[in-house]
């Protein structure tokens, strides 16, 4: 087999749809919810959300996140491909969230009624906050090159 290209494939991957599904945990067991997210070429992902949600509530109480990221437009029948990945999900401080609004309205420059200026994500009382997960570990799926196994992503490997 000819030598994997990461990068390619990953970038692939994370472009073919815009929400990963995202599961936390908390004091009152596992939850999971959809969020669009953008990411950087270390394969950080980033979504915002309000505060007061459960899993932002779950992410502030206990930084393990686990996502999988997989367009809903493939069929069972063709290729399958997506990603696994668990990693450590942080609420970002204000000194962090100029570089991490650059990555994600860089995505997606225009979400109607949500909010988008940098000052509206800074402050203790933003009604909206970014989130950084640092993966661990990442799996990877594509039936056309692996079958049906799961490949763990080199560590290192960068877009």
């Given at each position: 087999?000819?030598?994997v ?12 749809t ?6 936390t ?12 997210f953008a ?16 899993h932002?509530?779950?992410i ?34 204000d000194s ?6 650059r990555?994600y ?5 225009i979400?109607n ?8 994500f ?5 009604a ?7 993966p ?20 290192g490997?960068?877009?």
């Amino acid at each position: 087999m000819p030598p994997v290209e990461w990068p390619k494939l990953l970038r692939e991957c994370l472009s073919s749809t815009d929400f990963l599904a995202l599961a936390t945990t908390g004091l009152d067991g596992l939850w999971n919810n959809a969020v669009y997210f953008a990411w950087d070429e270390r394969l950080s992902l980033y979504f915002m959300s309000m505060p007061a949600s459960r899993h932002m509530q779950n992410i502030a109480a206990n930084g393990e996140a686990s996502v999988a990221i997989f367009s809903t437009a493939q069929s069972p029948q063709a290729r399958a491909v997506g990603m696994q990945l668990r990693g450590t999900a942080r609420i970002l401080p204000d000194s962090a969230v100029p570089a991490a609004h650059r990555v994600y309205f860089d995505r997606a420059p225009i979400i109607n009624g949500i909010p988008h200026k940098l000052e509206e994500f800074l402050g203790a009382s933003a009604a909206w906050k970014l989130v950084q997960i640092t993966p661990q570990e990442i799996g990877y799926f594509n039936s056309e090159i692996f079958g049906e196994n799961r490949e763990v992503v080199p560590s290192g490997v960068t877009l």
